[in-house]
């Protein structure tokens, strides 16, 4: 199938302090593991997702990705955010950390860390943020499928399906 793929800034928690909050427990989680479901689909992906127990700020990740995106390295950058989050619950919300995952992207610091600390593209991602808000998106994932979207936790078969229904 061919998908493209368009990330766009939606800020989870608008007020979260930048040293990020606790993270709230959801259906079917405990303290240390992920609900049974969101387990099974993740490695059915080949993913490894631990429960974290902080909810970061994502302001500096989110500035990242659209540098990134600017670079045609978006891709790259969400795969390795998303790995260290879930996979060792790093702390999104730390400029430090948020570098490290960058370069490790092979995104050039030298140009991102200036935009960074000066805020060049926080504006875009309040009004990406407010943008997808005013739209009735209230979470993350949510996917446009064709003019449909559908919100939250889905496995490949079920937007497969979807896909293959909208492309009809």
């Known amino acids: 199938m061919d ?3 368009d990330r766009r800034p939606f800020l989870l928690r608008p007020d979260c302090p930048p040293e990020g909050q606790p993270r709230r427990m959801f259906d079917g989680e405990t303290e240390t593991e992920l609900a049974p479901a969101m387990q099974e689909r993740a490695r059915g992906a080949g993913l490894v997702m631990r ?4 909810s970061p700020n994502t302001l500096y990740v989110h500035e ?3 540098f990134a995106k600017e670079q045609g ?3 790259r950058f ?3 955010a998303a790995s260290a989050f879930w996979e060792e619950s790093v702390d999104l919300g730390s400029l430090e950390v948020v570098k490290g995952l960058a370069e490790k992207a092979g995104l050039d610091l030298s140009e991102l860390v200036p935009r960074l600390e000066s805020g060049h593209y926080r504006d875009a991602v309040l ?3 407010e943008t997808a808000r005013a739209s009735g998106i209230g979470g993350t ?3 446009m499928i064709g003019g449909w979207r559908k919100f939250g936790d889905l ?3 079920e937007l497969k399906t979807i896909i293959e229904a909208v492309g009809r």
């Open 3 to 5: 998908i493209t793929v």
């Open 127 to 129: 009004e990406s943020n």
């Open 51 to 54: 429960r974290p127990q902080m």
């Open 155 to 157: 496995g490949v078969d």
């Open 141 to 143: 994932p949510t996917y």
């Open 78 to 80: 969400h795969h390795v």
């Open 73 to 75: 390295l978006d891709d």
């Open 64 to 66: 990242t990705t659209l």
